[in-house]
């Protein structure tokens, strides 16, 4: 089975000439996917026409984090806490979820990929939940952007039943936590299937369960926790029996 992976850039200029805005995949996220016999294919920051011609080297598709969506794209203009955007990797991806439905190749959409599959799909973000997001019953904002170590869960999530995520996970899951973007408005073809304490949106899927994302990083965690790692599992076996 081949999974395409998204690739990040480097956008740090303290790099070499060569590596500066450089391509790359994660370690933790490749090492996974190789621990369960699964050949990576990455996928680079490429011209959004293209993304037809990539998704046909590949059986399904990782999008993986990375820099904040560009609020352009879902029709706001950015606030003062917005970080890092790139809005090449935005259109390229934009365009590879779109055809990804359409091809009919299923997704595991991973933090930052959560919030480009909503947005891609008609939904919009939160640009930076402690400026924006008021929590469910007066209660206050859990750290979302956590100072643990990676691979430490953070905060527990709760899970609805029916779900994917509910099969993997039961009705709560503890789960890490890297970000300060989040689903506001849930696409059409989306529905929420977990949520943080506070109310924050950690898991949509669409009804036949042929995309499913989170909000936290289970490549950060799948090596330490059984779980995490079965949320791999899962996602793979969709694709072998679909």
Not at 25 to 50: D, H
Request: glycine share 6%; hydrophobic share 40%; net charge negative.
């Amino acid at each position: 089975m081949r999974i395409g992976v998204t690739a990040d850039i480097i956008l740090s200029q303290n790099q070499t000439f060569r590596q500066r805005e450089g391509h790359f995949a994660q370690r933790t996220l490749m090492n996974c996917l190789l621990a369960n016999n699964i050949t990576p294919v990455i996928l680079p920051v490429a011209k959004p026409e293209m993304a037809a011609d990539l998704l046909e080297t590949v059986d399904g598709v990782i999008l993986t984090g990375g820099p904040d969506v560009l609020p352009a794209f879902y029709g706001e203009e950015p606030i003062k806490e917005i970080g890092t955007t790139y809005e090449p990797r935005d259109q390229f991806e934009l365009a590879l979820v779109k055809q990804a439905v359409q091809m009919k190749k299923p997704i595991l959409a991973i933090c930052r990929g959560l919030q480009i599959v909503n947005v891609a799909l008609g939904g919009t973000l939160y640009q930076d939940i402690d400026t924006q997001f008021t929590p469910k019953d007066n209660m206050r904002i859990l750290q979302h952007s956590q100072k643990a170590i990676g691979y430490a869960p953070i905060h527990h999530i709760n899970i609805d039943n029916d779900s994917s995520l509910e099969k993997t996970f039961g009705k709560r899951a503890f789960v890490n936590s890297f970000h300060h973007e989040a689903a506001k408005d849930v696409a059409p073809s989306l529905k929420v299937v977990a949520r943080a304490d506070d109310g924050m949106i950690e898991g949509l899927e669409n009804d036949d369960k042929s995309i499913q994302c989170v909000q936290w990083h289970p490549e950060n965690m799948w090596d330490h926790y059984k779980d995490e790692n079965q949320l791999f599992i899962d996602f793979f076996n969709r694709i072998h029996t679909k």
